[in-house]
């Protein structure tokens, strides 16, 4: 199972998230490192992790603004793998992010216009894809009549059918929070009933526990925040969870 670091980017820094309430998000006070710049953060989870692949939330491009590409390049230069939630809306933004140094492309539930930009991604860049079931206390978050009022279940099942070869469950209400991501079981469904498909996790992992739970529950990638700035999770404990 890999562990991915996330950069919550707000402003040109790397943030706090909180449950997914946005204005009240400010820049990280850290452990590993006494600075909030993107480059700087993730040469600290490099060097003292050993992580080199990273989930980049541009919260600005997410709320309509243009993606800070320059950012996502210069932490592709540090030799970092990318998933990137840069606020796509149609299938063909994801160009750009490609240029920029972009491995995985995430289609977010939050923002993409509806399925048929999913399944336009999914046919030209296939395993670059990444849905992001975004979930607010275990809902899917609405996102116009396009994607309908199914259960997150339905609306994951929907994605893979149109081609997502990688789902992530991310409850936004859970993120910072430390209690766990709480979407245990859904993952479990969905690694059962599509072993195909790559299922990955986040918001509010705790400490290792978690980590142990989600792994037997078929999770391939989880998302970190807090757990590393706060120290709950070290370099030991990530060895745990590090691919033979």
Known sequence: MRIL????????????????RRDEYRPIVSGLIDSSAPVDVAAAFRDRLGLRELYVADLDAIAGASPARETYTALHALGCDLWADAGLRVAGQAEALVAA????????LETLAGPQELARLCERYRERVVFSLDLKEGRPLDNGPAWGTGSAWEVASRAVELGASCVLVLDLARVG?????????????????????EISAGGGVHGPDDLRRLRTCGVRAVLVASALHDGRLTRTDLAEFAPP
């Not at 919550?8 to 706090?16: A, M, S």
């Not at 140094?101 to 977010?108: F, M, N, P």
């Open 177 to 197: 929070g430390g209690s766990g991501t709480g979407t245990e079981e859904l993952c479990r469904r969905l690694a059962e009933a599509y072993p195909g498909v």
């Open 101 to 108: 140094g972009v491995s995985r492309v995430v289609a977010g």
């Open 5 to 20: 670091p996330v950069l919550d980017l707000k402003g040109g820094q790397v943030v706090r998230g909180i449950g997914g």
